[in-house]
C-alpha cells in the first residue's frame, strides 16, 4: 500500500473532483509511482471522514482520466502513463452539453443549403475526370490556378506548379512536416501550440522542441538559443490567432522569425487555416522567405467544416519530397470536394462565406466581451476562440470538470502543451461550436466558476 495520503483539509467541493485532482498531482509530482496500490474506498472515507459514496465518484473520476485501475479481488492501482494524448475536445457531443471545447466557424442551416445546392449543380455537369482521373497533374491543373488567385487572399504570391491540393490542414502539415524534417530530425514549435503536433512528430520520428512565447507569439531570443545546437531543422509556427492562445504575430516580429529561420537554415511550416479571414492580415512568413516556407490552409475554418480541402505553397526545393510524400499518404486530395471549393472561388462565393463568417465572429465576440467584461482573456473579433488563463489557485483540471459537471465542456490549455515543463493553467473557449443562446450559457457558467470561492467542505462521517 502506498505511504501517500491525501489531504482532508485540502478539499473542496465537488468534493469528489478534489479528491481526484489529489492524486492526480500525487501522480504528476511522483510521490505516487506506476503500480502503487490505493487505499480501499472504506479505508480512505474513514481516513478522510468522507463518504463511501464520494470514494468512489473519485476513484470513478481517475479511471475516466486513465490514471488508475481497479483489479477484482486484488485493489485499485496507479496505471502507467498513457501513450496516445487525448484530443482536448470530447470526442461525441450530447444534447446535454453546450460544447464550447472543439474549434469551428460559426455554422447555420445557409451552410446546409449551400452544400445541397452545390452537389445538384455537381451532378447536373460533373467532369468526368473528377470520378475517372487517378494523375494529379492533370486532373488538378485548373484547380490549381484557382488555388494561385484564392492565396493572393492570404497574401501568398505563388505559381500554380508550387501548388498542391490537400484533404485540409491536418493533411498537408503532415505532408509538409515529412517533407521538412526527416525521422529523427528536431522541430522547434510554439511551447503552447498545436494539439495534434504531439502525437503526430511522434508517429512520424519527429522530436519536437518548445520555445518561449509571448503575446504575440514565438519569441525571437527563445527561438534564436534553441537553434544554436544545429538539431533543429524546422519551424512549425502558427502567427496568426488560430493558435491556442489567441496571439496575433506583429510584421516585425514575423521579419524578425523569417531571419532567425534563414540565419539557422530552418525550414518553415506555417499552418494558417484562417486564410484571408483576418481583416487586419499581416504578411505571411511565405511572402516573407518563400525560399523556405511551406504555407498551409484550407476552407474547414473559414467556409465550410465539411468542405475539407486545402491547400499547401512549396518552396521549388522541397516540390520533389511534397510530391512523394504526399503520394504516399493520400495520393491525391479528394477531387469532388476540390472540385465544389474551386467553382466556389470562382464564382466568388467562398469569399462571400468569407465575409459572412466574418460578421458573425465580431457578434460572438462582442458577446463574450460583454459576458467576460473584467476577466482578463485574450482573443481577436475575427479568431475562433478566446484563451483565458485561470491565475493562481486555480487547477485547470479542477476548472475544466467542474464546468464539465455543470454541462460545459471546455478545451484544458495543457492539451496545447509542448513539452513537460509547460504548464498554462488555461482555457481554450470555442465560440463557433455552438450556438448564441447556448454560448451565452456557457460563458456564464465561466464566469460564475470564476468568481466563485472554493468552499470549505463539511466533513461527515
Not at 505563388?158 to 515529412?178: E, K, Q, S
Not at 465560440?431 to 466558476?449: D, Q
Request: hydrophobic content about 45%.
Amino acid at each position: 500500500m502506498t505511504k501517500w495520503h491525501p489531504d482532508a483539509s485540502a478539499l473542496s467541493r465537488p468534493v469528489y473532483l478534489s479528491l481526484a485532482d489529489q492524486v492526480q498531482r500525487a501522480i504528476t509530482q511522483g510521490q505516487l509511482a506506476v503500480g502503487d496500490q490505493l487505499p480501499t474506498h472504506r479505508q480512505l472515507a474513514d481516513e478522510l471522514g468522507i463518504s463511501v459514496q464520494t470514494v468512489s465518484r473519485a476513484y470513478e473520476e481517475l479511471i475516466r482520466r486513465g490514471l488508475i485501475s481497479g483489479e477484482t479481488g486484488r485493489g485499485t492501482f496507479i496505471r502507467a502513463a498513457q501513450t496516445e494524448v487525448d484530443p482536448p475536445y470530447i470526442p461525441q457531443r450530447t444534447d446535454e452539453v453546450i460544447d464550447l471545447s472543439i474549434l469551428k466557424p460559426v455554422c447555420e442551416p445557409l451552410h446546409v443549403e449551400a452544400m445541397r445546392q452545390a452537389l445538384v449543380e455537381l451532378s447536373a455537369s460533373l467532369p468526368p475526370a473528377v470520378v475517372l482521373s487517378f494523375r494529379p497533374n492533370t486532373l488538378f491543373a485548373r484547380h490549381r490556378a484557382t488555388a494561385v488567385s484564392w492565396l493572393r487572399h492570404c497574401g501568398v504570391e505563388t505559381t500554380a506548379a508550387n501548388v498542391t491540393l490537400t484533404n485540409g490542414a491536418t493533411a498537408g502539415m503532415t505532408i509538409a512536416l515529412m517533407a521538412a524534417a526527416p525521422p529523427g530530425s528536431t522541430v522547434v514549435t510554439e511551447e503552447v501550440g498545436h494539439h495534434t503536433l504531439l502525437p503526430l512528430a511522434s508517429y512520424l520520428g519527429i522530436k519536437l522542441r518548445g520555445v518561449a512565447i509571448d503575446e504575440e507569439g514565438i519569441r525571437p531570443d527563445a527561438l534564436d538559443a534553441a537553434c544554436r545546437d544545429g538539431t533543429a531543422k524546422a519551424l512549425f509556427v502558427m502567427p496568426n490567432p488560430i493558435n491556442a492562445t489567441a496571439t496575433h504575430m506583429g510584421e516585425t516580429r514575423r521579419a524578425e522569425i523569417a531571419r532567425l529561420a534563414q540565419r539557422h537554415n530552418l525550414s518553415i511550416v506555417e499552418n494558417d487555416p484562417l486564410g484571408p479571414l483576418l481583416s487586419d492580415r499581416r504578411p505571411p512568413l511565405a511572402a516573407l522567405a518563400p525560399e523556405r516556407t511551406l504555407y498551409v490552409t484550407s476552407f474547414t475554418k473559414t467556409v465550410m467544416p465539411g468542405l475539407r480541402t486545402g491547400y499547401l505553397v512549396v518552396p521549388d526545393r522541397l516540390l520533389a519530397a511534397v510530391t512523394n510524400r504526399h503520394l504516399v499518404t493520400n495520393w491525391i486530395a479528394t477531387p469532388i470536394v476540390a472540385e465544389i471549393a474551386t467553382r466556389w472561388v470562382e464564382s466568388g462565393f467562398a469569399m462571400e462565406m468569407v465575409e459572412w463568417q466574418r460578421k458573425a465572429l465580431h457578434r460572438r465576440h462582442a458577446l463574450a466581451a460583454e459576458i467576460l467584461k473584467g476577466i482578463p482573456h485574450r482573443s481577436h473579433p475575427e479568431g475562433l476562440h478566446l484563451w483565458l488563463p485561470l491565475g493562481e489557485g486555480r487547477p485547470e483540471a479542477t476548472f475544466v470538470s467542474h464546468a464539465r459537471h455543470q454541462g460545459v465542456a471546455l478545451a484544458p490549455g495543457s492539451a496545447f502543451a509542448i513539452g513537460p515543463g509547460t504548464r498554462p493553467d488555461a482555457l481554450r473557449v470555442s465560440i463557433g461550436s455552438t450556438t448564441e443562446a447556448e454560448l451565452h450559457a456557457g460563458l456564464r457558467v465561466i464566469v460564475n466558476l470564476l468568481n466563485s470561492d472554493p468552499e470549505p467542505v463539511l466533513l461527515a462521517i
